[in-house]
């Protein structure tokens, strides 16, 4: 059935603004705006519930749009929706310092819900999204009084069914049920090289019903009845997540339609006017708006402004009925911690701990206290040691457990975490061994770049995981996430340490954490402050003026220690710094770091089980990064520590001849 | 149909070997063993055709094991198979410098055709050598006279079937049709931390389907005729791939049997004793080989024997049909360069080139030349400049074109470019946007360690690609790979370093090398030894005595040379130093750096539009490492110059401002 006179003018202006928007720029997507209109318009003004004057409001739904390179679709919808975006900030399009940038950015532009562009995270980010509310609502809702209850919707192309992550996440999502999960794939055939059946040929639709997704086709994506029809059948289906498979044509009215000269650069000004021509869309102006339209999203916007009103009565009774929980629950969305949390504290007395089990003390002793901590592993839960014990597992149909199991799924497991972070009420967590960061490192890069609150605990830190061999044992992993903006990486050397660095790592308004842990146990390195916050503190002082300073992190600062005895006997005078955290100790004034590394003294060493790559900056000219710059090998770690190295004698050899050479 | 006696004697070889090999490790996975044992066992006693007298046959049949932690299996078939692997390697299974690490890896142990253990690798790299085999027999077979055809199989456990790269690599195959290529899934619902159905439920011969394989089910693991049926089905099927789900019991026999504690543990003593017991199996001694168990294998050998020797024979009368294709074939097959390389050539006159341009220029020029260079891009050909014209596309059924079309799937291509290098007879590329080597990383980092020719072109390789913003541009990708063992990295300043760069590249014997390439234009920076060799070399000299080093790569070495231009202008002497390739720097003797870097000159500024992780250790105490440690932004390239201070003024004030503080 064609669509009326007025949705086509409504579904015609989104398309005109993304496409005069990526004109006016001379840069960007055009061709699935054109083609993904009709379905992103029926979602938007049939079905989506927001409220622009907030686009913080908690039970809106979330609409996540995978496919970031189609912005100017995204954007074109805040505007007409009423959200904090002018047809100024179109004109402004992929310009610096504008609200539009090229892909949409999270924390810059009032109605964007996440990062995307790189493909498929937007997929795993929904699924966390819909973990999240499923978790909430099992939490809060009491009977009738519903605190949250709102579906996570996704838009995604070609590229994005493609990914591997969009398959994990997907697998996981099919797992868990997670019936409020609706997924668009904009299925036009063509990607930015060619067709898709030069690559793709696959039956998307029966992968996903594999995956336990309940699957609807539309053949007729310009038809607005259609897309409804299906939204409506997937919102009715409660317990499994949703995938609408929408045919749509690339550069839909375009004379580039259906080809991938329409995917990813302007039409061209010629092209754009036969494309108005061609859908009965007045030439001029540019970035039209007819009134009519206008008035149909202003009355959208006071529908949302209802529904959030509502929403908000609604809470109020259930805030007056469920005090205790709407304490935590506000406590938690706004980010704030607890007054009291019963750390758990470490002494001589508990002997050599793994930091990894360290953190799993820690992680247990505050879980009661922190209700908002939820996360788990990629299968890896006994090994990593971040089971929260008496907290149940996050399980289809109920989604009251705060352990979530990812199976072996890192990349998943991280845009999940994104996406439950983003979401907001929960502080969520992840876990898989150190060198696996690789899996899943385009998701935290992404988690740096928005800024979430999001903890990786990352164990098995290094070659002393022994006998899994060089395939498992991490090398430049450190340097890779210390080169990466806004993480915070910490490896911590004892349970002290890892105590400390927890406590930082709950604080509001942090970015991204990754806790960087031992599989082997480690020696308990004395009742003091571990200055974890300053980001690297002396550790042992030699009973003369210092003549060298070994710098360690994790496991190697208790060899350091071990070291500086060693040089003593040799009437050596060695500090030992231990640097958990290079960001942090880079963050400190100028005296901080003086007193800690003074420049006066310049034979140093540092020593890391690891690349060296990044050490010069505190060894400096003179002094020797001691690592591992090559990858590891198969062994127990007491060989492997003697094959490289690794031993006091050798390290106080190393020191002793720099000293004789400074 | 219960096993004939005979075959579970020799099973139970296959068994214990691999248990007894784990339990006095006191180390490793003896549950997959145990329960894979019997595919295993019907592959290579009754289908694989190897020659364990010459791992390097071209023509053996490949066989992957992606579950990696299973090593000890493969160890115990490789010792039966009579590949060089004593029952004392064996013994001294997960020890230093033993042939036998806890996973496999290649170059280290004869019969191992990759290193595996991260998951999902192993069939990323299994389909590249079935794209690999399927290119080769297209190329080189002619009528009856054939030189290639072989099958490549691959075993999977839960967690591969769970990590999206073998989703996405099995999505390839399917659409490419690979009829040799056969995948066994030992599906015994049971990962490291529990049951496969805490996190995993969906239906994986379902999801193979809609790829387009060909699906077998074994509900009966243990049973030597049915999995033997089934691989003789798959072997039958010529146009798709196929799969054999095969129902197993982790740790069979074992009282761990078909629980978690089973997968990555020793059984101990006792449970050996009674996993022995409970399979009728002598208690002692440990690492048994029947007899008449060594016999039957000692006969298998023979006849892979025979098997080489006839392919030897048929080789020799295909050589003498078609010799030119023949010295083609060996010389591809043992890395060797042809005596004569068409190199283009680039001056001024072709004016300003991006890199990216230059790369593809280069590559076109040598393809006629390097019958042997093959490979695409992950959806990115048109922006990544890597397509072969007149080349041909890799396309189902034929096989011949050499232009291999990934798709979105980046961690696939790199995995699947491994298994063509590893397959041999090829030099594989493979490219996409420098930012996106996050996806890929896990692939590139087992690249690097099967130390293998892979060449990574990545383009776009910094904030200068604009628009696209910060989703888009790398900042710690270079130091990711500069902190990664055995990988090159060069970014090349103009056209001439381009072409040094590809000379390199294509050298035998070199491990995999990562060219980054620009988007935008860089200008010709005149004619000169463009001496990538070297890793660094003076590009810029001034007129009086050197005060102050400007270091720069890529794109920033015209920007630092128009900014020693600056300073001349100001009376500031400054040398500008091209480092395209940190590593091959780092190789060069203390007196060639000395004369690229002098230690008297310690005014230095780095400038790279990236991270400053890495640079200290050349700019030194005194010097300023110039880049970007945040995220970049959406807007025209010459924006975002201005904006972060990357023009010869500011970088000119900059280098001023250190000289007059040193």
Redesign the interface.
């Known amino acids: 059935m064609p669509n009326s006179t007025v949705d086509e003018q409504r579904i015609n202006t989104i398309r005109f603004l993304a496409v005069d928007a990526v004109q006016k720029?001379n840069?960007?997507h055009p061709g699935m705006p054109l083609g993904a209109a009709t379905t992103a318009y029926t979602l938007w003004a049939r079905h989506l519930r927001y409220n622009p004057a907030n686009s913080h409001w908690f039970n809106r739904d979330r609409f996540v749009l995978s496919a970031?390179?189609a912005s100017a679709l995204l954007y074109a919808l805040l505007h007409l929706a009423g959200y904090d975006l002018t047809i100024d900030d179109l004109k402004s399009f992929?310009?610096?310092?504008?609200k539009t940038?090229?892909?949409p950015?999270y924390h810059h532009t009032a109605g964007v819900e996440v990062?995307?562009?790189?493909?498929?995270q937007g997929v795993g980010n929904a699924v966390g999204m819909a973990m999240a509310e499923a978790h909430l609502a099992s939490v809060y809702n009491r009977g009738s009084e519903e605190l949250l209850d709102h579906y996570t919707y996704v838009m995604a192309g070609?590229?994005?069914m493609?990914?591997?992550?969009?398959?994990?996440a997907s697998?996981?999502a099919?797992?868990l049920g997670l019936g409020k999960l609706i997924l668009f794939y904009d299925d036009n055939k063509v990607?930015?090289?060619?067709p898709?059946d030069?690559?793709?040929?696959?039956?998307?639709?029966?992968?996903y019903?594999?995956?336990?997704w309940h699957v609807q086709h539309v053949e007729a994506g310009e038809d607005v009845d259609a897309v409804d029809a299906a939204i409506v059948a997937a919102k009715g289906v409660k317990d499994k997540p949703s995938i609408i498979v929408v045919r749509t044509t690339i550069g839909y009215g375009s004379p580039r339609a259906g080809t991938?000269s329409a995917h990813g650069e302007p039409l061209g000004v010629e092209n754009v006017a036969k494309t108005k021509a061609a859908l009965n869309w007045p030439a001029e102006p540019a970035f039209l708006v007819p009134d009519e339209v206008a008035a149909f999203w202003r009355e959208r916007a006071a529908t949302g402004a209802k529904l959030e009103a509502d929403w908000n009565a609604q809470y109020t009774k259930w805030k007056s009925a469920n005090g205790t929980l709407a304490a935590q629950f506000e406590r938690a969305r706004d980010g704030i911690l607890p007054s009291e949390i019963p750390w758990p504290t470490f002494t001589a007395e508990n002997g050599s701990v793994a930091t990894r089990e360290a953190g799993g003390t820690v992680m247990n002793a505050i879980a009661s206290a922190l209700p908002e901590l939820v996360g788990g592993?990629a299968?890896?839960?006994?090994?990593t040691k971040t089971y929260l014990k008496g907290c149940g597992?996050f399980e289809p149909g109920t989604y009251d457990g705060r352990n979530m199991?990812?199976?072996?799924?890192e990349?998943?497991m991280a845009a999940a975490t994104n996406g439950i972070a983003l979401h907001g009420g929960l502080l969520p967590f992840c876990a898989t061994f150190f060198?696996?960061v690789?899996?899943m490192?385009?998701a935290m890069?992404?988690g740096?770049?928005n800024k979430i609150r999001s903890i990786y605990v990352l164990t098995h830190d290094s070659v002393w995981l022994?006998?899994?061999?060089?395939?498992?044992q991490p090398?430049?992993q450190l340097?890779?996430l210390?080169?990466?903006?806004?993480f915070r990486v910490v490896r911590p050397a004892d349970s002290l340490e890892t105590l400390a660095a927890w406590k930082l790592a709950v604080q509001p308004e942090t970015g991204p954490w990754a806790l960087v842990l031992s599989r082997q146990k480690l020696p308990y390195l004395g009742d003091r402050t571990a200055a974890v916050d300053k980001g690297a503190y002396i550790i042992h002082e030699p009973s003369g003026a210092v003549e060298l300073i070994l710098i360690a992190t994790g496991s190697e600062v208790s060899l350091a220690i071990e070291s500086a005895k060693k040089l003593a006997e040799r009437g050596t005078h060695a500090r030992v710094v231990s640097m958990p955290c290079m960001e942090l100790f880079d963050a400190q004034p100028a005296e901080y770091r003086e007193t800690i590394l003074p420049a006066a003294i310049r034979a140093r060493v540092s020593l890391e089980a690891a690349?060296t790559?990044?050490w010069?900056?505190y060894v400096?000219?003179r002094g020797i990064a001691f690592g591992l710059?090559?990858?590891g090998?198969?062994?127990?770690a007491p060989?492997?520590a003697k094959?490289y190295g690794f031993t006091p004698e050798h390290v106080a050899d190393v020191a002793s001849g720099l000293l004789a050479s400074v």
């Open positions: 720029a840069s960007g970031g390179h992929r310009q610096l310092g504008s940038p090229g892909h950015e990062t995307t562009g790189p493909l498929g070609d590229g994005d493609m990914e591997g992550l969009s398959g994990e697998s996981l099919g797992h990607t930015l090289a060619g898709t030069v690559s793709f040929n696959e039956d998307v639709g029966a992968r019903a594999a995956f336990g991938f592993s299968d890896l839960d006994p090994s597992d199991h990812y199976g072996v799924r990349h998943a060198n696996f690789d899996y490192k385009p890069r992404l740096a770049l022994g006998e899994d061999g060089p395939t498992h090398i430049e340097a890779t210390r080169a990466t903006p806004n690349s790559f990044g010069h900056k400096g000219d710059d090559h990858f090998t198969s062994a127990p060989a492997i094959e």
